[in-house]
C-alpha cells in the first residue's frame, strides 16, 4: 500500500525554536515502506514501486506497517551519504547487477516516520507520539536505522552539519500530523555549496544556461546546466546581452562568447565535475 508523502517547505535559514525537533538531512531518495500481511512492497515519492532494486531492504518487521524515510547509501571513504551510489542502485534493474551492487553499495533504509502499524493509521497522531512508536520498534536488521533528532537547537544541529558537509537539517514542528503534501509544518534547510561560472550558452527549447568552470590548466569546460533561479528581469538582461556573443548553435543549443559570470548555488559537485542542482543567484558584474 503507497501512502503519498509529506513534503518539505524551505526556510530562509537555520534557526532554533523550542516547539520543533531537528533531523539531519538524508542525502538519498525518498522511500516509503509497506508491509501488508506480510509482504513488503518499497515506493518513491511518486509511487514507483522499486522492491527489486533493494533486495535487503525486503525483511519484515514484526506486524503490518508502513514507515516513511529516505535509502541512502554510505561513501566507504568518507562514510557520508553518497547521492550518486543511491542513484546508481535506483537506476539497476537487472537481477545479477543488483546482487552485485548489494555488496559493492549497499543500502540503508533511515527511518524518520511511522504512518500505519498493525493496522491502526497514526497519521492524525502528533510527530512525537509518533517518534515514540517508532523508536519502540525492533529493526529487522542493520540494513534499517532510525533518523536521530534534537529537541530546539536547529542552529547548533546546523553549524554541525555544515562542518561535516552534509546536505543539511530538517525541522518539524513537535505537534505536526502527517498530511500527503507540501506543508510549513516541515521545514528544510539546505547546506549549499556556491560558485562561479561563466554562461556560454543556452538551450533552445526549455529554459537552461550551459554553465562552464575553468579546469586546472585555466581552460572552460562544461559543468552543467543552470534551470532554476533567474528572475524575469535576469532573463531579460540576459537576452539583450546575449545576442551579441552568439558563436554558433545546434539543433538544441546556441553557443557564447565566455563573457558573461553568474554566481551560483549548488547542492555538491558530482564526481564527473558537474553542478549538482545549480541553482543562479546573480551576474557578476
Keep these: 500500500m503507497f501512502i503519498s508523502p509529506m513534503l518539505l517547505e524551505t526556510a530562509p535559514g537555520p534557526f532554533s525554536h523550542s516547539n520543533y525537533i531537528f533531523e539531519p538531512k538524508v542525502d ?11 509482504n513488503v ?9 522499486c522492491t527489486r532494486q533493494y533486495p535487503e531492504l525486503i525483511l519484515p518487521f514484526d506486524d503490518d506497517i508502513i514507515l516513511d524515510g529516505e535509502v541512502a547509501c554510505a561513501d566507504p571513504v568518507t562514510g557520508l551519504n553518497d547521492f550518486e551510489a543511491v542513484m546508481s542502485r535506483f537506476s539497476t534493474k537487472q537481477a545479477s547487477k543488483v546482487t552485485q551492487l548489494t555488496r559493492i553499495l549497499p543500502a540503508t533504509f533511515a527511518i524518520f516516520d511511522i504512518l500505519q502499524y498493525k493496522g491502526q493509521d497514526l497519521r492524525n497522531l502528533p510527530l512525537m507520539e509518533r517518534k515514540a512508536i517508532l523508536h519502540s520498534l525492533t529493526l529487522p536488521s542493520s540494513s534499517f536505522g532510525i533518523v536521530p533528532h534534537i529537541e530546539g537547537a536547529g542552529e547548533e544541529l546546523y553549524a554541525q552539519i555544515e562542518t561535516m558537509g552534509m546536505e543539511g537539517v530538517v525541522g518539524k514542528h513537535k505537534d505536526s500530523q502527517y498530511v500527503s503534501r507540501r506543508s510549513k509544518e516541515w521545514l528544510k534547510v539546505i547546506n549549499w555549496s556556491f560558485t562561479d561560472v561563466f554562461i556560454t550558452g543556452y538551450k533552445k527549447g526549455e529554459f537552461g544556461w550551459i554553465a ?57 559537485w558530482t564526481k564527473a565535475g558537474l553542478l549538482r542542482i545549480p541553482v543562479f543567484i546573480d551576474f557578476i558584474l
Excluded: W
Excluded at 515506493?43 to 514507483?48: G, P
Design 212 to 268: 562552464a568552470v575553468p579546469d586546472a590548466s585555466g581552460k572552460l569546460r562544461p559543468a552543467g546546466i543552470i534551470e532554476h533561479g533567474p528572475s524575469p528581469k535576469h532573463k531579460q538582461a540576459f537576452r539583450g546581452v546575449c545576442k551579441q556573443l552568439v558563436t554558433g548553435e545546434d539543433k538544441n543549443h546556441v553557443y557564447l562568447e565566455p563573457r558573461i559570470r553568474a554566481k551560483v548555488k549548488m547542492r555538491n
Design 41 to 49: 512492497r518499497l515506493y518513491t515519492r511518486h509511487n514507483n514501486d
Design 28 to 38: 538519498g531518495h525518498r522511500l516509503i515502506y509497506s508491509q501488508q500481511s506480510g
